[in-house]
């Protein structure tokens, strides 16, 4: 698969679906009509054991679906538990051999669960799953015409950038989100990062055809990355941050507690882990469009395959 084929199939696991719908209402803007978005409820317990209404649960969360305009299937699923039921649903979701390729998890209420949703995390990256972590303001939607902020934050190491920067794009798609401003801010250590890092995302942001303001700051020594986002994304209505959960399980509660940390001052909140299979391409497109012998016709990845509708039997939603 390449960037230009690739658009946003997105499994949205809830634990409650009226409690969690401004999460899908996420889901549907970042698909944007383009892809297809699943809402799952999850069920721990054992269907040999105990009787389980699946049907009826799945009815009424499409009816709380339908009632809320959200095109989206609704699924519920028997799990032995969380981690393990997570993983096992995404690999197997899919419809008319369109597989979910994103994962949309909402913020845990509590800190072991975030050290759970990072196992998730890693286990579904090396499937090729992407996944988001969002923590969403109540009564966030805004009105036509009202001007918003979307920050994201360029790390670049581990390309998670390219999946924030895209999601941002795709929800200014939406008439909610029509008038508002993309700034993309990094941090460098020294001058000559700070001048590379500027040259890099001055050519790239035109030439993938993103609106987007670039902001590439010194990082002051006596100021912690946290401290920075804080203050510099405070009242930006959507922050995107990079997700890499460390490989070593003693690591991993530390890692859980600094998400919370940078969190805690933001509005709206994704962390972001790209797994896909365009991983990094986003970065190769600068040289693609700038190489004379590439043909005038191609596309910058920007103009990718969410360009296509979907098959009209894919937005019906179910009775």
Known sequence: MTPRNWRPHILVFVDEVERRLDLIRFAAWFSQGRGVVTVCELVVGDLLIEEIPILEAQGRIQRTLDREQLVAFGEVDVVRDIVSGITDVAQANGIASLDSNTILLGWPRDAARTVEFLHVVRRLARIGKSVIIGRIQPGLIPRERQERVIHVWWGGLKHNSDLMLLLAHLVTRNPEWRHARIRI???????????STERYLEELVPAIRISADVEVMMRPKDRTIREIINAESAEADIVFLGLEPPEEEA????????????????????????ASLFVGRLMQTVDEVAAPEEP???????????NAPVPPVLRRRRA
Do not use: D
């Open 296 to 306: 005038a016709e191609r596309e910058p990845v920007a103009r990718l395959a969410w």
């Open 185 to 195: 801010l990094s941090m460098a250590s020294n001058e000559h990062m700070k001048a």
């Open 251 to 274: 690591h991993l509660e530390a890692y859980a507690e600094r998400m919370v940390e940078l969190s805690a001052r933001l509005r709206t909140v994704f962390f972001v882990k790209n």
